[in-house]
């Protein structure tokens, strides 16, 4: 074998059947942050008729954000937000609607800035257009618990709802 070349390849990831993801943000152990996991879960088994649209749950942002975002026509995430509104409020947010974030480490890039980098390097991703932020106020996601706050709670229907109506437009 010594001597022996070898022709490099490339490994195409294989194609999705998935057009849209709903994916879910957060830790399921610091009580409201887990908000978009829970709505995640409850937005899957509603859906078992659309084959077009993949959820999933995710425990990180930044970087490893945009790398999950790739390969889909349009997305939307799912996560607990901290602006000072009434807790368990449910607003829709573009990318373009959420601050930028200056910081010296890359596992901390805002959403903007992964989905800006990620076409910088070609990966295959949405226009802001196409990509929504279903965001519930939370009050509590510092406390280790695994359960949300009884304002949080009342409002994940509310954005399952949301979710669902955004997904009955694209389709």
């Known amino acids: 074998m010594?001597?022996?070349?070898?022709?490099?390849?490339?490994i195409e990831a294989p194609p999705r059947?998935?057009?849209?993801l709903v994916l879910g943000l957060g830790n399921p152990l610091l009580g409201d942050d887990?908000?978009?996991?829970r709505v995640a879960q409850q937005v899957q088994a509603q859906l078992a008729d659309r084959p077009e649209v993949e959820v999933a749950e995710d425990y990180w942002g930044g970087l490893r954000l945009m790398e999950r975002l790739a390969g889909f026509e349009r997305v939307i995430i799912v996560d607990a937000i901290c602006s000072g509104g009434q807790p368990g409020t449910v607003r829709i947010?573009?990318?373009?609607?959420?601050?930028?974030r200056h910081s010296a480490s890359a596992h901390d890039a805002d959403l903007r800035t992964a989905l800006a980098?990620?076409?910088?390097?070609g990966a295959g991703l949405?226009?802001?257009?196409d990509v929504h932020v279903v965001a519930i106020e939370a009050?509590?996601?510092?406390?280790f618990t695994e359960e949300c706050t009884p304002a949080v709670k009342a409002g994940i229907e509310n954005a399952v709802q949301t979710v669902?109506?955004?997904l009955a437009e694209w389709r």
């Open 93 to 100: 947010l573009s990318p373009d609607d959420m601050p930028t």
């Open 126 to 129: 949405p226009p802001n257009h």
């Open 164 to 166: 669902l109506t955004l």
């Open 139 to 143: 009050v509590d996601v510092w406390t």
């Open 2 to 10: 010594v001597g022996q070349q070898f022709e490099p390849r490339t």
């Open 117 to 121: 980098l990620g076409r910088q390097m």
């Open 34 to 37: 887990s908000v978009g996991l």
């Open 17 to 20: 059947r998935a057009k849209i």
